[in-house]
Structure formats: C-alpha cells, structure tokens
C-alpha cells in the first residue's frame, strides 16, 4: 500500500472446546473436586435403599432365634429329666402333710419349673390351720413345703363335736373331741366354720394369754358377765377379772400356785397382779 501504511493483521481463532485453554481447565477441577462427594451421595443412596432390607433380615432372625429358645424352654420344661418325682412337707404331722400336698395341686409327674411357688404357698396358707408356707424347688425332681401351723390355743363345743381355736380367735378345725393340752372355752357367742371367728374374741385372746404351761394346766376358761375365770386341773379356780392384760395376771399366777406348792386353796385372785389374793 502507499504511504508506508500495514494491512491489518487477521483476527486469532480461539481453540476449540471453549473460552481458551485456562477455562478448560477450571471445569477439569471443579469436576474432580466434585467427585467425592457425587461418590458419597451414590453411597447414601444405595445405603438408604438397602437399608429397609437389611432390618426386615435382622427382624426375621432374631425372631427365629427367640423361636428356638422358646421351644427349646418348653422342651426342658416338659421333659421327664425336669418332673416332680416327690412333694416333701415338713413341720405337721404326716395327716396333715397329705392335706397339704392336696392343697397345693402339684402331683408327681408335674414340671418342676413350670410352677409359681408364691401361688402355692398361697393355696397351702388357705387352709384354716395354716399359718405360713413356704414352698422351695430343689432340683432337679423335689418340691419342698414348709408349713408353720397355726397353734390351738382352747375348744369350744360345736353341734356332736368340737372347735378348735388359735389365739387369733380363728377356727383351725373341727373335730369329733377335743385335743390334748388345751382348755375348753365357756361363754361363747358364735363359732363359725373354718377359717371363721369365734366370739368374742377376747375369750381366745386369754386362752393364748396365759403361756404354754399354765394353758396345759387349765382344764376350762369362762367369760361371763365380763369376768374371766379358770379351772385349774386338780387345783384351784383363777380368778383374772376383767380379760385384759391376761399375761401379767398369769405369770403372778403361774407364781403363786408355785409358791403354794401343795397346800390347798379354792382360789387365786389376780385381778390385781400387783396384790395376789388366795384363799
């Protein structure tokens, strides 16, 4: 051209793929950057996913495990290695130890862990005479009952036969005739069945007052007119007033009939424990 003047030079193509090669390699980085976590989220998903699976397995496993230690249980339960071969009873008399093994409703044969030993000391202390139970698995063939019987403290004519009391006033039992050691009651209201109460329940209440060895001694006890009197056998007549504080009354009894040894007397008055009166 003239005057000197340069033709313009050609524009420069960019190469492909872009905005020049540092784009490119931005979008390189951000997408490695990004894989992790793409990576992590995939995982959170498959997890997720897989997840109610994986519970209804654990769920169906230990409900088979549950399955066959419950089968198992009730297998031993039921084998003969684990039955009732003998009901042992102590603490009563051998009549008695029969009525007890009748009451608790275990038989030989039965499974001796099957059982709720609370239940059968409960039916055991049902019966009248009763006082505690305690009932005892000794394996692997032996149930054990303890019996405590409640203790008879007088008797008290009932229809053709007898009633025997403790000192709670409750009837033990009755019986054809009376039982050894024990004084008959005079002055009674009612006498209800086993397991019932004789009134009043103070007559009782005396009986057992007055101590194993001056009961045996002591052939009847009345209550009349609010005064309580006993017979002693071979002896003297009681005379304790009104029946409270029994005890005390009867030990200075028991005391005076000791001091007299055999001297003769008609009565013993104590209604006044603290001034004795014999005569």
């Not at 009901?87 to 009549?95: A, R």
């Not at 409960?122 to 063939?141: F, Q």
Request: proline share 9%; glycine share 14%.
């Amino acid at each position: 051209m003239s005057g000197g003047t340069r033709a313009p030079a050609p524009p420069r193509r960019r190469p492909p793929g872009g905005s020049g090669g540092s784009g490119s390699s931005g979008g390189r980085a951000r997408d490695e950057r990004d894989a992790p976590r793409t990576r992590r989220a995939k995982d959170r998903d498959e997890t997720a996913a897989a997840e109610p699976g994986r519970r209804r397995r654990v769920v169906l496993w230990t409900l088979g495990i549950l399955t066959v230690l419950v089968a198992l249980t009730v297998g031993a339960a039921m084998s003969p290695l684990l039955a009732v071969d003998a009901v042992q009873v102590t603490g009563v008399t051998p009549e008695r130890a029969a009525e007890v093994r009748r009451a608790s409703g275990i038989h030989v044969g039965d499974s001796i862990v099957t059982f709720l030993p609370g239940r059968v000391a409960g039916k055991v202390r049902s019966l009248p005479w009763v006082g505690e139970a305690r009932v005892v698995r000794s394996l692997p063939h032996t149930v054990r009952i303890e019996v405590v019987p409640r203790v008879p403290v007088g008797w008290t004519r009932s229809g053709s036969g007898v009633a025997v009391v403790d000192a709670t006033s409750r009837v033990l039992w009755k019986a054809a005739a009376p039982p050894p050691g024990v004084p008959e009651l005079g002055g009674v209201a009612d006498v209800g069945t086993p397991g019932g109460r004789l009134t009043p329940v103070s007559l009782a209440a005396a009986a057992g007052a007055l101590g194993p060895e001056l009961r045996t001694r002591t052939s009847g006890l009345l209550l009349a007119d609010g005064s309580l009197t006993a017979q002693i056998i071979g002896g003297p007549q009681i005379r304790y007033g009104t029946p409270s504080a029994v005890g005390a009354k009867a030990r200075v009894a028991a005391a005076v009939l000791a001091t007299l040894g055999g001297t003769p007397v008609t009565y013993i008055d104590v209604s006044v424990p603290a001034a004795p009166v014999s005569g």
